[in-house]
């Protein structure tokens, strides 16, 4: 089956001040048709995230082909769209496998898309036909990757983000916060093997989420976000990567320090002389 073409999420216009992204780096390469991978057979996987699908299909800048999202590496470079919304070239700074599960198109449920015609990323929804497929999440250098049918894609679900579209400009600060803290401690934040129970990561998330966006909007209030931070590591995290964590972030628990996680979201403007 062809990617979904996504009509309710898919970017099909850019807000007003905005020019139109071009939908391919690479316009004389044709899709191809996939068949997404289908076993039904298995059961999904418990307490994971909503991802995208293993099959969907990236732009790969280097040669000129498209790539399958399962087979990317970090490193690889991958068409997306920055912060004007402008059609750029990404870097993929981390993939995690999520096992198995339904996407809708080339989307779980509650994973994020960008919405261009809104200005807001969103849900993806079940509008697309109903697959049961291998999940991964892939978080780029950019705001959005994009697939090879022009779906602009987060790293991120509802489960991270709420139910509730965020605006773009919101999105960006978030994304910039997330790519901060996956560049001082690894890729390994997007592995699930990082947590004990994604079951305990939800509750935890969405408090994170909130006080680090609040943090990277105003600097002066971001110790509710190291607290957020620390609960969420105290709780949901393995012992091997919370000393990593430990050792990356030296002064955790004080935002106004180097070394503490509201330093790292905040570029410094939470460190205090």
């Not at 979904?4 to 007003?16: F, M, V």
């Not at 790292?264 to 403007?269: F, L, P």
Request: aromatic residues 6%; hydrophobic residues 30%; charged residues 20%.
């Amino acid at each position: 089956s062809q990617p979904s073409s996504q009509s309710s999420t898919r970017p099909s216009s850019q807000p007003s001040s905005q020019p139109q992204p071009t939908p391919t780096l690479v316009p004389s390469l044709s899709p191809t048709t996939r068949e997404p991978t289908s076993l039904p057979t298995q059961e999904p996987t418990p307490d994971l995230p909503s991802c995208m699908a293993g099959g969907t299909r990236v732009g790969i800048h280097s040669n000129a082909q498209f790539k399958n999202v399962r087979d990317l590496s970090i490193g690889d470079a991958i068409e997306g769209l920055d912060e004007e919304m402008d059609h750029v070239i990404c870097s993929v700074e981390a993939v995690g496998d999520f096992g198995m599960g339904p996407v809708f198109g080339n989307y779980t449920r509650d994973h994020f898309i960008l919405d261009a015609s809104r200005g807001v990323v969103s849900p993806n929804g079940a509008d697309g036909e109903e697959q049961f497929v291998d999940k991964y999440a892939v978080l780029t250098s950019c705001p959005v990757g994009l697939d090879e049918s022009g779906v602009g894609f987060t790293a991120l679900d509802a489960d991270f983000l709420g139910d509730e579209a965020i605006g773009w400009s919101d999105y960006v600060l978030i994304h910039q916060a997330i790519l901060n803290i996956v560049r001082e401690v690894g890729p390994s934040v997007f592995s699930p093997s990082t947590y004990t129970s994604m079951g305990k990561v939800r509750r935890y998330t969405k408090r994170f989420y909130k006080t680090m966006l609040r943090c990277v909007k105003d600097p002066e209030k971001c110790d509710a976000f190291e607290r957020a931070a620390g609960d969420l590591l105290d709780n949901t995290v393995t012992k091997k990567a919370k000393a990593n964590v430990h050792h990356c972030f030296l002064n955790l628990g004080n935002p106004w320090k180097p070394g503490s996680i509201a330093a790292a979201v905040s570029k410094g403007r939470s460190v205090r002389e």
